[in-house]
C-alpha cells in the first residue's frame, strides 16, 4: 500500500527532532531513570497499570517464544510478559545504560531473567528472522520510526508479531488541545515532585511537540502497512490518546 505524507512527516520529524534525539534525548533518560516508574503513575492518575494490561491482552504467548523489548527502558513490558508466560526468552535493548542498570535490578527483585543489551533501535544487532515477538512500549515519538519499522521486520521471523504502545496525537483537534495542556501541567508537577534536573526540565517543550508532529492510531496503523505488516489492528484508549497495535510479518509463501 502506498500511503502518500508519510515519508514528508518523516523528513520533518527529523528536521525538527533529529539534533535532539542525538544529542540530548539519552541525558534526559539518564536524569529521570531512578524516579520514571513513580513519575508515570502520577502522570497517568494511577492509570499507568491500566494501560500496561491492555497492551498485555493483545499478546498470544507459549513457551520458548524469542521476544525482542525494543526501547526497554526499566523493562516493564519484559517483566509482564514473562510474569504471564516464565517459558519465554526475553531481551531487552535500550540506548540508556541509567534506564537499563534499574530495569535489570526491577527483573532480579523479581526473580526473573531478561538479557539485557545496550544499543540503537536503528541497528539492531540481530541477525535476520530471529524473533518471534517484537514490542515497543512508550518510545516511538522518540525514533525515525519509519527505519526501525523496517528493522523490526528484519529481525522478525516470518509470521512473527509486533506490538506497540503509546501516546499518540489524537485525531479530535480539541481532544489534542486539551491533552497537550493537561500533559505540560503534568510535566511540571513531575519536575517538582521529583525533583527533575537540568535535561529533564529542558525536555518538556520537546515532549508535546513530539506529540503533536507524531500519528494517530489510524495512521500509525497505515504506516504498519506499508512496511510489510499484515494483519494490523489497533485499539485507541483515552479517546486516541493511547494507541496499543498488534500486526504480524507475513507467513513466509
Ligand atoms: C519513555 S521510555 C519507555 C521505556 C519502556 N519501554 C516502558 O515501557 O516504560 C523510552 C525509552 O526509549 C529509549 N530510547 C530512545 N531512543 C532510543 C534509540 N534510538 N534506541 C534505543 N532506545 C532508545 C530511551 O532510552 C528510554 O529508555
Known sequence: MHWPGTTPRERIRAELF????????????????????QANIVASLGLWPW?????MSMFALRPGLRVLDLCAGTNAV???????????EVIAIDRSEAMQAVGRRRAAARGLHIESSIG?????????????????????????IEEVMDEVRRVLKPGGSFHHCDMLK????????????????????TA????????????RNYFIEALDQFYSAEEFS???????????????????MIGLHRASKPAAV
Open 18 to 37: 533529529g539534533s535532539y534525539w542525538r544529542n540530548d534525548l539519552n541525558d534526559v533518560f539518564a536524569d529521570v531513570a531512578p524516579y520514571y516508574d
Open 192 to 203: 517538582w515532585l521529583f525533583r527533575s534536573g537540568k535535561a529533564a526540565l529542558g525536555c
Open 222 to 240: 497505515a504506516l504498519l502497512e506499508k512496511h510489510g505488516f499484515v494483519e494490523v489492528t489497533h485499539k485507541r484508549l483515552l479517546a486516541g
Open 78 to 88: 519484559g517483566i509482564a510478559l514473562l510474569k504471564r508466560e516464565p517459558g519465554l
Open 120 to 144: 540503537d533501535a536503528h541497528k539492531l544487532p540481530y541477525p535476520d528472522v530471529h524473533f518471534d515477538i517484537v514490542t515497543l512500549q512508550w518510545a516511538s515519538r522518540h525514533l525515525r
Open 51 to 55: 494501560f500496561l494490561k491492555h497492551f
Open 170 to 189: 489524537p485525531a479530535n483537534p480539541r481532544i489534542a488541545r486539551w491533552y497537550f495542556g493537561y500533559l505540560r501541567q503534568c510535566l511540571d508537577l
